[in-house]
C-alpha cells in the first residue's frame, strides 16, 4: 500500500468531472487499498478518488467511531432524497477550513462494491451527509462552493495565510 498526495483547493485538478470506472481489476484494488490508508492517515471520515488526482468515480468513507469500518462506493448515484441538515463539514482538500452546509438528510443510492457487484443502500445522518460531500467531489465540487461568496473570499484568504506561515516555517528550518 501507498499513502497518496491529497489535492488542496485552489488546485484545478480538484475540479475535474471524474469518469465511470469500468475496470474492476487488480488495479482498481489497489487504488481502493491506497486511498484507504491515505484517508485513515489524513484523519478523514472521506475521501474521493479526484482529491487523489484519479478522476474515476470511486470513493471511500468510514464514518465509524472505531475508524475501523471503510466502506467503499464506485459509481454512486443518489436514487431519492429526503429532508434537509445543516452541519458543519471540513475536507482534507480544504485543510483548517470548517463550514456550515445543508444537505438531504437520508438518502437513498445504487453503486457498485469493489469487485462490481451493484447495491442499493439507505443512508442518513452522518454516512448520508458524508457520502453527499465526497459524491460532490467527483463532480468537481467542493463544500466551500456551497458558502455565499463573502464567506468564499475569507476562506480563500485564510488559505492563503495558512500557506504563508507554512512557507515561512520551512524556510526557518532550513536556515
Known sequence: MAKLEILEIPDPRLRTV???VEAFDDELQRLIEDMTETMYSA???GLAATQ????KRLLILDVSEAQDTPRVYINPEILESEGTETCEEGCLS???IYAEVSRAER??????NAD?????EDLDG???VCLQHEMDH????????YLSPLKQRMVTKKLEKQRKVAVQKTSKALL
Open 18 to 20: 471524474a469518469k465511470p
Open 94 to 96: 480544504v485543510p483548517g
Open 43 to 45: 484523519d478523514g471520515i
Open 107 to 112: 438518502i437513498r443510492i445504487s453503486a457498485q
Open 52 to 55: 487523489v488526482n484519479v478522476h
Open 126 to 128: 452522518m454516512h448520508a
Open 138 to 145: 467527483l463532480q468537481g465540487k467542493l463544500f466551500v462552493d
Open 116 to 120: 462490481g457487484g451493484f447495491f442499493e
